[in-house]
């Protein structure tokens, strides 16, 4: 399974890439997709599959293109 994965802002100093494509040899779920980049844990962060939001237990398919960003706020 391939999965293109973009960071967003200081996550990509965290796992040193911006934007790459993963290939995982069996299934894979946006929480373990954060673990996998090393990112999960370090700061609370926004995950989106394919345009839409992705909850941690949110199954991955072949060609999905993910964006972790961390949460921002403001005004």
């Not at 293109?4 to 929480?31: H, Q």
């Not at 673990?35 to 398919?61: C, F, H, W």
Request: aromatic fraction near 6%; glycine fraction near 12%; charge should be negative.
């Amino acid at each position: 399974m391939k999965v293109t994965v973009k960071l967003i802002g200081p996550l990509i100093y965290e796992s040193g890439f911006s934007e790459k494509e993963l290939e995982f040899p069996g299934p894979m779920t946006a929480g373990e997709l954060s673990v996998y980049v090393k990112i999960e844990g370090k700061r609370p962060t926004i995950v989106t599959r394919n345009g839409v939001s992705a909850a941690p237990a949110d199954p991955l398919q072949d060609g999905d293109r993910v964006v972790i960003s961390p949460l921002y706020s403001g005004g």
